[in-house]
């Protein structure tokens, strides 16, 4: 039976019941991305318009008749914040306004530590001698600027380049350390910080924390006991990560109890899965693969996103890989039927002999995204083109293979980057026409974990989504969870990814299940093999039905391994080392 659909932002939990599908994909991927969120402010504004007319109305006045509910369109989203003066009035008139100090939340503070995580938004923290940056994405750097005071900053060496391009942080401040390398951090009484590959974007990292409670510096009623004592703790702080059994198997986690994981619960439920990542950017290069040697066939009539509609509402049959039936029982697929031998899905491809005529586009909107585009750009043999912006950023991320594939010349490339708005059918014929025929036709790649039609097995109520106490018999079974899930995923290949409403022969457009967060079966699998006490979450924890519904979550996870480590069992079994 299928459940209530979940009309909200993962990350910020706004209502987007109101949003169109487009909308609300805007504003989920700029939250996920951490860029400027317009819906919001859009939304913001048309609450505070409708108390104001509120206010001014006359009480002996019968009110109106209810009017329809209009919904937020993308383009009234992307226009909201497209007049540049406008946009620097605003600005300037936040900045000339002093600001009062905000107390940063708990867990932003290591517990008894010295040590602040992607905690900038709140000027200098006292008895703060060390702040973490887990990754260049703006709402983990938010506030930092080119008057940045507070105290060193710690993070990757990549993150400490693009960052430094997007702040003009003085370099003075920043701390860049290697990877996979135990940092003993001044000022810090002796902790030790090593950090690792986040799997989320170019320069993330998760890092773990090892050291003594020294400090309480949390703005929290708790006090821990330890301070002052010389028992040492081991933190592990994730940042933004998607979850793979590489994580649990690195030396610094391996053979480690954690007191704390520091959590991202972007995805924490059963609602959001999704295949992973290295099946999802195999399937994107075979797709495009497949439509420039003729073997696709557009389907003008799917709905939006409709592969990932499918996904989250548990199209169990459909993503098993059998095709769908129509009106007169008659098989479906978005595949020409073959004229000859069946051909492997891995079979050398000869890039010469496909046309040079076909444009692709991919969206993003800030980092990530890279790994798709360069897949696709090996495949065709091709150049890749962003405009100067995007560029410079591109290159701060040290990739060699990626800056070998950039060129200036859009001309020169057959996979263009561009915005994740301009990826869509109304917009590519207009980006298309700009090249002078150089191109016959376009197919849109759109990158994105999330889609809010779906109801999946969650749902908005928290007894949908969540699960009760670790000891209610009626909550879902985690084992039986996590096998629908993997064996859900069993195959994801270029045949579940469906073409959007409108497509045609001469522009298409496919949205990609391709998330840079863990899943809500990657999150526990991770948790079921890594041996931790606590867990606390950094996403999604500002009500008190939330906190208490991942609590649920965490307490089932901590059950299920302390039985699963009497059978001996110690980890999830991978089914690669990239992806379980």
Not at 28 to 39: M, S
Not at 59 to 74: C, G, L
Not at 276 to 302: F, H, K, T
Not at 402 to 422: F, W
Request: proline share 7%; glycine share 6%.
């Amino acid at each position: 039976m299928d459940l209530p659909v979940c009309p909200f932002c993962p990350v910020c939990n706004l209502d987007l019941s109101n949003h169109d599908q487009p909308a609300a994909n805007h504003h989920v991927n700029r939250c996920l991305d951490g860029g400027y969120d317009a819906v919001a402010v859009a939304d913001k504004q048309l609450e505070n318009n409708q108390v104001q007319d509120k206010r001014l109305s006359p009480s002996p006045t019968p009110p109106p008749p209810p009017a329809k509910k209009k919904k937020i369109s993308a383009f009234n989203v992307l226009m909201s914040s497209n007049n540049p003066e406008e946009k620097a009035d605003a600005e300037a008139d936040a900045q000339s306004q002093p600001r009062q100090p905000r107390q940063p939340p708990f867990y932003k503070i290591l517990q008894g530590m010295p040590i602040a995580v992607d905690a900038f938004a709140y000027s200098s923290i006292p008895n703060i001698t060390a702040y973490f940056l887990t990754h260049a994405h703006s709402d983990h750097y938010q506030s930092l600027s080119k008057n940045w005071s507070g105290g060193p900053i710690y993070c990757s060496e990549i993150t400490a380049e693009l960052v430094h391009h997007i702040t003009s942080v003085k370099r003075e401040y920043l701390r860049p350390l290697s990877l996979n390398t135990a940092h003993t951090i001044p000022g810090t009484n002796g902790v030790t910080a090593t950090l690792i590959d986040a799997n989320h974007c170019p320069g993330s990292c998760i890092i773990v924390f090892e050291g003594r409670q020294t400090v309480d510096a949390a703005p929290s009623t708790f006090t821990s006991p330890w301070i002052g004592s010389s028992r040492s703790f081991k933190y592990l702080h994730c940042g933004d990560f998607r979850a793979s059994p590489r994580h649990i198997r690195h030396p610094a986690i391996a053979r480690s109890k954690f007191d704390i994981i520091y959590l991202d619960t972007t995805y924490l439920n059963p609602t959001y899965s999704f295949p992973p990542q290295p099946l999802v950017i195999d399937a994107c290069r075979d797709l495009v693969l497949a439509n420039l040697r003729g073997e696709m066939r557009v389907n003008s009539l799917m709905q939006p996103n409709s592969s990932m509609l499918d996904m989250i509402k548990g199209g169990w049959k459909k993503l098993s890989g059998a095709p769908e039936q129509d009106e007169h029982g008659e098989y479906v697929t978005d595949e020409k039927p073959s004229s000859g031998e069946n051909k492997s899905e891995n079979e050398n491809i000869h890039p010469h002999t496909l046309p040079n005529d076909v444009l692709v586009v991919v969206g993003t909107y800030s980092i990530g995204k890279e790994r798709i585009v360069k897949a696709i750009a090996h495949a065709l043999n091709s150049k890749v083109y962003a405009d100067k912006r995007r560029q410079a950023l591109l290159r701060n991320e040290r990739d060699s293979d990626l800056d070998a594939l950039l060129t200036s010349d859009p001309y020169a490339a057959q996979v263009h980057i561009q915005g994740l708005g301009g990826v869509t059918i109304a917009a590519l014929p207009d980006y298309i026409s700009r090249f002078n025929g150089r191109f016959s036709r376009v197919i849109g790649i759109k990158p994105t974990g999330w889609t809010y039609s779906g109801g999946g097995r969650g749902g908005k109520s928290e007894s949908s989504s969540g699960i009760g106490s670790a000891s209610d018999s009626k909550s879902p079974s985690i084992d039986l969870l996590l096998k629908q899930d993997l064996s859900r995923w069993d195959t994801y290949t270029h045949k579940h990814i469906h073409s959007t409403r409108g497509s045609n022969d001469y522009v298409s457009c496919y949205g990609v299940p391709y998330s840079e967060h863990s899943s809500f079966t990657e999150l526990t699998c991770f948790a079921l093999s890594i041996d931790h006490t606590r867990i606390i979450a950094t996403v999604n924890n500002a009500k008190p039905a939330s906190r208490l519904r991942m609590k649920n979550w965490f307490d089932a996870w901590l059950l299920e391994r302390r039985k699963r480590c009497e059978r001996g069992e110690y980890s999830v079994e991978a089914r690669s080392e990239n992806f379980w």
